[in-house]
């Protein structure tokens, strides 16, 4: 079945399958050094004689021949001896240097465990300390000066046939905010999940930052900061920059190549997502991702609650993009429950740093105005919900404990069963702790967080284990789904369609225990389903360009994932009849 774009030549490696699809053979050019320092191709002490001895590398590995599960416990004892998080964000990436398959296969085996080291909330630290923490180029570095030459510079990138580009401009990393070029720690880690959770080859995947400056004075003062050292370019250049970077982009790798945007500051994110949208296949993960996990919470709650959507009043703690998004997605699903769109807008209310967003209000951005209601102004959240009496309260302004323990306890004294997620990250900005809302609501209070915290035993002997609403329920899956089918835009739908997916893979058992989403331990499972759902959806409404459709659209999925298991190198041995290798002889 051909790709619906121009494949690239090939690279210095190509994947081929034996005939019965049970096993797959890498055949690559390289050899000697070459070979072990590659980190697709490097298998380490799990090389065979014969890899070894084709390969030109045998004598430069120690004489020993170790399975992956070995090399596995290996990885996790040294893992163990290292003394602090950033240390462990080290190891692992330097392990991702060294050998692709047996550091997907480390983050696998408990990726519970792993996922807040490569991604929140370490990798927050990892990118403060990206200067220090740089090793060996993952991505590609791309600045404000370069804007005549971007296809110079994916030509520099060593693989050809790229899926998914994960780019940033680095003004609004996480909760911290305009951390310049070290924001190349996001794309790295988001990518790294792409394959952990997603299962989308690594060699499909280009993280990428915009490097325009920085507007942060003491990284601007900092010898040791490793990017442009000016204040960040804005107006036609930057916009000039992103046009480039979106043109380059789809004429080398397709135009079903997928773009995601990440962690642009909110003046650029909405007006790119809204330029581009329909232009290319990109979507804007703090916005529609974050947006997609947090409905999917809510739509679990629900079973909870015992109602609908549209019975629930809304509270914003923020009012950026995050907020904006999953506020459009729930005027979405209140929408398919047959309530008017001048009523879904009515139910949801943001406070943002000036106090509630209301009609007549100075300086409202567009985005902000669309949420304005009539009402008296208010400065402080504990009076909105004093006033509001919301059923739900959704923290996404990274302002650290800004659900009081007052407003806690106001939101059970309204209702029976509150739902509160704080969903800033890192864990160092969320709202209020796992603890705090379990222990001020006597277990009555419906959690969600979005960054990991532990689970919360009460006096009274309940266990709750608070969901974490992580966006990688979402992008890994939608990442596979959308290339897979090969589709040209992603519309709102898709993102509804993911939400619902993973709100039907809550349990029973799942929300007595307190949880809102599916335990991260099955997210690779949540994500194929997302991915298979999408490729239906696409096929459905006529959005997918890959043709002829597959009949058997969960095999053609799973066809396409990456799997840890290490390949085979030996080159393809076989022999002749006797009688066709005879020797010709002659006297002479």
């Known amino acids: 079945m051909a790709r619906a774009s ?46 070894r001895l084709q390969l030109g590398i045998h004598g430069l590995l120690p004489p020993a021949f170790l399975s992956q599960d070995v090399q596995l416990l290996q990885v996790l004892r040294n893992y163990e001896l290292k003394k602090d998080e950033l240390d462990r964000y080290i190891f692992l990436m330097g392990l991702q240097d060294r050998n692709e398959k047996l550091f997907y296969r480390v983050l696998t085996s408990d990726i519970e465990r792993f996922m807040p080291i490569v991604y929140t909330p370490t990798v927050g630290l990892a990118c403060q300390q990206y200067g220090l923490t740089f090793r060996r180029p993952r991505g590609l570095f791309i600045t404000i000066h370069d804007r005549s ?27 911290l905010g305009d951390l310049g070029c070290y924001g190349m720690g996001i794309p790295v880690g988001k990518l790294a999940l792409y394959t952990a959770c997603g299962g989308v080859p690594p060699q499909h995947c280009l993280p990428v930052i915009l490097d325009v400056g ?4 003491e990284l601007l003062k900092d010898p040791l900061y490793i990017g442009l050292r000016h204040k960040r370019v804005r107006g036609s250049a930057y916009d000039e920059l992103l046009e480039a970077f979106m043109k380059a982009v789809t004429d080398r790798y397709g135009q079903n190549c997928l773009i995601q945007f990440e962690d642009f500051a909110n003046v650029n994110a909405f007006r790119l997502l809204k330029k581009y949208r329909n232009k290319y296949l990109t979507f804007n993960d703090d916005i529609q991702g974050t947006a997609a996990v947090a409905v999917a919470g809510l739509l679990a709650a629900l079973r909870i609650t015992k109602n609908k959507m549209s019975d629930h ?14 506020a459009e997605l729930i005027v979405m699903v209140m929408e398919q429950e047959g309530v008017p769109h001048a009523e879904c807008m009515r139910k949801i209310w943001m406070v943002d740093s000036k106090g ?25 959240l504990k009076d909105v919900v004093q006033e509001l009496k919301p059923t739900a309260i959704i ?40 603890e705090q809302c379990y222990t ?32 990688a329920y979402v992008f890994p899956g939608v990442g596979l789904g959308v290339t897979a089918c090969a589709m040209r835009n992603i519309t709102e739908d898709i993102f509804l369609t993911t939400a619902k997916t993973i709100a039907d893979l809550v349990t029973d058992k799942d929300l007595a225990e307190g949880r809102v989403y599916p335990p991260l331990t099955s997210i690779r499972d949540v994500s194929f389903k997302i991915a298979v759902k999408i490729v239906e959806y696409a096929y459905e409404h006529k959005l997918a360009t890959l043709y002829p459709e597959p009949a058997d659209k969960e095999a053609f999925v799973r066809s396409l994932v990456f799997s840890t298991d290490y390949d085979n190198l030996t080159v393809d041995s076989y022999s002749w009849p006797d009688e066709a290798m005879s020797v010709q002889n002659c006297k002479l």
């Open 149 to 175: 030459h971007i296809p110079t510079l994916l030509q520099s990138w060593p693989e050809n046939d790229i899926r998914v580009v994960v780019v940033t401009d680095g003004e609004r990393i996480l909760g």
């Open 356 to 380: 509630l967003i209301v009609k007549g209000r100075d300086h409202l951005t567009a985005e902000k105005e669309r949420f304005a209601h009539e009402h008296a102004q208010m400065k402080r």
């Open 6 to 51: 121009a494949r690239q030549e090939p690279a210095d490696w190509e994947m081929d399958r034996s005939r019965d699809q049970s096993q797959t053979f890498i055949h690559t050019k390289k050899r000697g050094c070459d070979v072990i320092r590659n980190p697709h191709l490097n298998k380490g002490m799990a090389f065979s004689l014969a890899e």
């Open 395 to 434: 923290g996404v302004a990274a302002v650290a404990g800004a659900f009081t323990e007052q407003i806690i306890r106001d939101m059970v004294r309204f209702n029976q069963r509150p739902i509160i997620f704080a969903l800033s990250n890192p864990t160092s900005k969320a709202e209020c702790t796992a």
């Open 313 to 326: 009043t809304v509270v914003f703690q923020g009012a950026g993009e995050a907020a904006m998004g999953i």
């Open 214 to 217: 920085t507007d942060n004075q």
């Open 440 to 471: 001020l609501t006597e277990g009555k209070g419906i959690f969600a967080s979005g960054s990991p915290f532990d689970p919360v035993t009460l006096a009274d002997g309940r266990t709750f284990y608070p969901g974490q609403g992580n966006n």
